[in-house]
């Protein structure tokens, strides 16, 4: 019994702390903040919140879900780690002085935040018990696997709740407006990291899926064409704006019909890129309050207008790779990839063009992370305290360009990372095993887990199977 009771533990709780948490949270009750509170200078203990908490759901905690995604050995500490500090980090949340906040999203999530952490940290312990192995356990590294993906956007849409509690944006005047600019701004953005993925690393799933990659962009183009369609126009009088916003939606559902029409049979097709390019070209010629929105607005425009004819010449111009096993020469050190060297291949030519397909395939991502960037940071409310602080459009588009090269960066690294460590280090460094970035398998044969997949080789062989949960190599 007591043994039993030790295995059921982890599992337990985050089941009790379903109720335990709510009374842990700092409380903010906005009618009992004075004036002078509201507007105190934020504290060193905030500062260090809020850094460490960037840093933890920004960095470590992706990097320890890309480890266990590749079974690495250095998955456990790095995540155990990542826990310990975040720990640290709600402690000093709630231990600050200076400046207090009233209720807000960012601290309704915070107080609820603890049940998927123990959660996922039950998990984990109850995993490297190794015990009910044919039963309970299969269900478990499923669900580890699917809270270890969530991981990124809850740590993302924390964060971004964290800004506007900060900053003091998004109040029942600009709720509505934030609401558009930060959900579509995600949306750019989401879009650009799994475009990256699939260019990096997926080409072999698109392939297996049997449906080409403008056949997925058309459904979601249309379907949030059809929810926008609806959605911007709130009774009343029409204004510019309101009709603007309307026909957006009209031609995204619109658009995205005849994509899904024109991807049929694994088709491929330019209606994405084009439907991009519209959409950029009527948010550049918005016309806003202040001159600086303007000049901002424009340049997210300009920006989603470049990605999509970069979309336009991918699709036409850059072909996927035949397959997994092809002429593509590996990355090594001494490729054109890293250096300026030309490799050495059978065939130079082929490898030449395949080189340089590399390098423009990351095009239209970048673009649409730094499009997204770009939308979200073009609030009325932000950019009127940028226009305060006396910052001109110049500094501040640079500014977000700057920040879009550093999320790629973040997003091209951990790509790196899955490729190159735990499972996956040992086809990287061999040199009888054909490596490339395109040839890693994101799905596998139907005797595979449907979370974890074998990594091509060169003959026909595959590694084993990746389950996370299983002892790691010491």
């Known amino acids: 019994m007591a043994g039993d009771l030790f295995i059921w533990t982890p599992l337990l709780l985050p089941l009790v702390f379903t109720w335990v948490a709510p009374a842990l949270a700092h409380e903010h009750h906005g009618a009992d903040l004075t004036e002078e509170q509201l507007n105190a200078p934020v504290d060193a203990i905030l500062w260090i919140h809020i850094a460490l908490q960037a840093t933890v759901w920004g960095i470590i905690f992706p990097i320890g879900m890309v480890l266990g995604l590749t079974r690495s050995r250095w998955h456990v500490p790095v995540q155990s780690l990542a826990f310990a500090l975040t720990f640290g980090g709600i402690i000093l949340g709630h231990a600050h002085d200076g400046r207090q906040f009233p209720s807000s999203i960012h601290s309704h999530i915070g107080s609820w ?254 673009l649409l992370v730094a499009s997204g960037l770009l939308f979200m940071s073009a609030t009325d409310e932000e950019l009127k305290a940028v226009h305060e602080e006396g910052m001109d459009h110049v500094t501040y588009v640079l500014s977000m360009y700057s920040i879009a090269f550093l999320f790629y960066l973040l997003t091209v690294f951990l790509l790196h990372l899955y490729s190159t460590s735990g499972r996956n280090a040992l086809s990287a460094q061999q040199p009888d095993v054909l490596f490339s970035a395109e040839g890693i398998e994101l799905s596998g044969p139907s005797d595979a887990s449907k979370w974890y997949a074998p990594l091509p080789r060169e003959g026909g062989r595959s590694a084993a199977v990746h389950v996370l949960g299983e002892d790691e190599d010491d």
């Open 113 to 366: 935040i603890f049940v998927p952490i123990l959660a996922q940290l039950g998990l984990g312990i109850y995993l490297k018990l190794h015990i009910h192995e044919r039963t309970l356990r299969p269900y478990a590294v499923r669900l580890h696997g699917i809270l270890g993906r969530v991981w990124p956007i809850l740590g993302w849409v924390q964060g971004l709740f964290g800004v506007i509690t900060l900053r003091g944006f998004c109040g029942e005047v600009g709720a509505g407006q934030c609401a558009a600019h930060y959900i579509m701004g995600s949306g750019f953005i989401g879009y650009g990291i799994i475009m990256a993925l699939l260019l990096v690393v997926g080409d072999d799933w698109v392939r297996h899926s049997g449906r080409s990659p403008e056949w997925w962009d058309s459904w979601v183009i249309m379907l949030w064409g059809i929810v926008n369609t609806f959605t911007e126009h709130h009774g009343g009088e029409w204004s510019v704006k309101d009709m603007q916003h309307t026909i957006l939606g009209i031609l995204w559902w619109a658009g995205g019909a005849l994509g899904i029409f024109l991807s049929r049979n694994n088709q491929r097709n330019v209606v994405p890129g084009v439907i991009i390019i519209l959409t950029g070209w009527a948010i550049s010629d918005h016309t806003q309050a202040l001159m600086l929105s303007t000049k901002v607005h424009s340049m997210f425009g300009y920006s989603l207008m470049l990605a999509g004819f970069a979309r336009i010449l991918e699709v036409c111009f850059i072909p996927l790779p035949s397959s997994p096993l092809s002429d593509a020469p590996p990355l090594g050190d001494n490729d054109s990839e890293h250096t300026l060297a030309p490799p050495v291949p059978k065939d130079a030519r082929v490898a030449t063009n395949t080189n340089a397909a590399r390098a423009f395939r990351h095009l239209p991502p970048f």
